[in-house]
Each structure stands twice: as C-alpha cells, then as structure tokens.
C-alpha cells in the first residue's frame, strides 16, 4: 500500500515566498483502489501526485510505498517503478520518434532482456488500445492517442499504482472517453491501482474513492455518492457535483420522485424509465 503519514510540503521554506502547499496530510491507499481526487486550484493536488512517487520529498512526515520510504534516496528506483506518472500534457512525456520505441524507453532502462522488452511493449500498447500504431510517429497522432502511448510508456515498467494528473484535461470528449475506459479497464481487469486526479467531477464518479483537496488538506475522504452529496461541505471548495446529480436535485424539486444522489447518465435513464 501507499502510505500518507503527517505529510507536510512547504515549496522556498524558510524564504519570505514559502508556500506551504500540503498541511499534515494523512492517506493510505490499498492495491486495486481506484482513487479520484478533485479540489480547487491550488488546492496542493499537484503536489500530493510528485510526493506519490518520490519526485517531491516530504518538507516534514512520510510516504511509503510497500514499506519504502521516499525519503530514502535508495529506494527512489523502486518506487518509480511501483508507482507510474501521467502528467497533463502527453507532448512532454513523449520521447522517441517511433511509438513502440517511446514505449520501450522505460523498460531498456531497467536492462532487460529483448524478448522481454517486446512483450511489455506489445502487452502496454494493447492495453491502451494502440497496437495498430505501434509504427507510427507519434506527431502524427491526435493528443488523446499521444496521451495513451504516455500511458502505455508507464505500464510497460509494470506499475502497481497508476498516478494520474489531470490526464484528459487537454483532451476532446472523444479523447477523454477513451482515457477513462482505458483506466476502468486497467483497475478492474488488472488490478492496477488507480489514482486520479482532475477537474471534471462526471470523471470522479467511476472511481471506488472521491477525496476533495482544499487549502493542502484533505477535506472529504468517502464514496463519490457520499461525498456528492454533502453539499454543504462541498460548498466552499469549488468543487461542483456532477451534471447528473446536479439535473436530478432540480428535478426533485420539480416534484419528480427519483433519487437525489444520481450520478451517471446510465442511472438518470433508469431512473425516470422506472418512473409511472
Ligand atoms: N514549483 C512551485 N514553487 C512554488 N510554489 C508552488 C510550486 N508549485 C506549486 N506551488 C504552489 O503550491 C500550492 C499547491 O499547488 P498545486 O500545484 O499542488 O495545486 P493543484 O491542486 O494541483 O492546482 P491546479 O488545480 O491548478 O493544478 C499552490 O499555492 C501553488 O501556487
Ligand atoms: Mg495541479
């Protein structure tokens, strides 16, 4: 598991500028969860993700991955391989001019042997359903198919937690689509945990977890259906509920009996199909 233990990031400490950007923050996330995380800006979710995987070091407390500190330098390796990064922006993370060799890079860095790197780079580029274009130059791609060789570069180390900032934020709805699909995918037919990061709640919907960032803290910590609906705590976040959830309050309000705490199309469907 990943474990959070009074973590405390301050970016210039000590300097007239600091800026403490995660306050006494406390976490664990288990292998196989599927984690959103939604906050406002600024709200220290960024830098919560670096912390993850040891590209941040605590300011103060601990985060351990299967029992490795990050705070120990030797462990770092390690833990870049258990824990993948995706960032916003695929045409930052995208190194080669080939996509089959982009997605070799991570594996030849470990030094493994041919017959291994070609079956983690088939393996990764199916799972991101971009086999096809394996031959590809990635240039030629759109920015949803580059972001899913970004994601195919990261599986193929074989991570066991999948972190994942803003990835479809720039992004079509077509393209945001896919990346979803790919995630569920990933965590119910693999097992990879998933931790994501963004600002659409109708994405925070399809994960086990919701937890609401403010100020460097974590507010909300439940169910995204529990924590959609506390409205009240949700207030002065900035974060707003899903469209769906949101149709269904004004709807309830109209006088129609459905429930309150919808928060897919799917389940507005079934929800006034089942109405008489
Ligand atoms: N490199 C940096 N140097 C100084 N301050 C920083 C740096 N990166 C982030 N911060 C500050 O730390 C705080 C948390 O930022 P962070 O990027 O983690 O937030 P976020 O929730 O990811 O925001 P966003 O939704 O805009 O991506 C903010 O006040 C931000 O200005
Ligand atoms: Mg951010």
Redesign the pocket.
Known sequence: MIKVSNLTYI??PGRRDQ?I?LRDVNLTIQPGEFVAIL??????????AKLLNGLLIPTSGEVSVENLSTNDPDNLRRIRQLVGMIFQNPENQIVATIVEEDVAFGPENLGLARDDIRRRVDRALSLVRMSRYARYEPHLLSAGQKQRVAIAGVLAMMPKYLVLD?PTSMLDPLGRKEIIDILKGLNTEHGTAVIHIT?FPEEAVFAHRLLI?EG?RIISDGSPREVFSDVRGLKHTGVTIPPMTDLARGLVELGLKIPQSILTVDEMVDALCSLN
Do not use: F, P, Q
């Open positions: 970016y210039n800026i950007a906050g406002s800006n600024g709200s220290g979710k960024s830098t919560l803003e600002h960032m460097g």
